[in-house]
């Protein structure tokens, strides 16, 4: 057991987390096995107008994001075994989960697109991520969104609607809403009624649709902890060798202890 885990698990000891999730991802490199891919729709959801412009198995590969033919299959279940161990906590109703990591540099984007993918993959399941990294969002860049109206957009009064902010990114079943470009954006605009009234209303439109809001080091912005108070479940971003044993203590100091569910131990290196 390392130093960081050692102290992860007094620190979960001294505030009475039980029943953490811990799982480890060995590198992140995703590639096609075969090409396959079936389309679904929900009810209430809009599918895009031409079935081609879902993304195909090369596409899924080259942006990182699992899918079933994928030919590393482990990475992919590591994500299928967090979807389980979630559903398990809150087995009759949707809920909101905050993914956040311990320090900056640890593609909390990369853990939270795949685990609303891996709910999106259930025929009975819809997933919605909200991207609240604001400084240079891998998801935005990766899926192309950086021209859409988003997170930023809404919480600062502009003329958007819920349903405008919610964009295809061009996976069945799961939808996004992402950070958007407002310049005046002020942090303080978390802890207001509009962005309560905004976690309301994705959670009500549909009792089938789970939240991921991806948010950044709680270490390197205090509105992380705003975030973390709105939401059901705190799951942490733990990169290989990157964080001290300090860093961790004062992430789990200031997070809501019976919010925790575990810990993605992220890029380690393939043996």
């Known amino acids: 057991m390392s130093m960081i885990e050692k102290a992860l698990k007094k620190a979960y000891e001294q505030k009475n ?10 590198g992140d490199t995703i590639s096609v096995k075969k090409h396959a891919r079936k389309v679904s729709s929900k009810a209430g959801e ?17 942006k990182r994001i699992i899918f079933p033919q994928m030919e590393n299959v482990s990475i992919s279940n590591v ?17 909101v989960v905050l993914i956040t990591s311990v320090v900056d540099g ?13 709910f999106s993959l259930e025929e009975t399941k ?33 003329d958007v609607s819920v ?11 799961l939808r996004m809403i992402p950070p ?11 802890n207001s009624k509009r962005m309560l009234s905004l976690l309301s209303d994705l959670t009500e439109r549909y009792d089938d649709r789970y939240i991921f809001i991806n948010a950044p080091s709680v270490n390197t912005s205090a509105d992380t902890k705003i975030l973390a108070d709105m939401c059901d479940f705190i799951l942490l971003v733990l990169p290989y060798s990157k964080a001290t044993e300090s860093e961790l203590k004062k992430v ?9 569910v575990g810990v993605v131990f992220n890029n380690i290196p393939l043996e």
């Open 46 to 62: 809009q599918l895009l107008s031409d079935a081609q412009d879902y993304l195909e198995g090369n596409q899924l590969s080259d």
């Open 17 to 26: 987390v039980k029943g953490g999730i811990k799982k480890e991802i060995s």
């Open 180 to 190: 958007g470009s407002d310049a005046g954006f002020k942090g303080e605009y978390f």
């Open 106 to 118: 640890s593609d909390s984007g990369f853990v939270t697109l795949n685990l609303a993918k891996a």
């Open 79 to 95: 994500f299928r075994d967090l979807r389980t161990q979630l559903l398990q906590k809150s087995p009759e109703e949707n809920f």
């Open 252 to 260: 789990l100091s200031v997070l809501p202890a019976d919010k925790i």
């Open 126 to 158: 819809t997933s919605l991520v909200v991207d609240c990294e604001f400084n240079e969002s891998w998801m935005q860049s990766t899926l192309s969104l950086n021209e859409k109206n988003g997170v930023l957009e809404y919480l600062t009064g502009m």
């Open 163 to 173: 349903g405008e902010i919610i964009t295809e990114v061009g996976i069945p079943q």
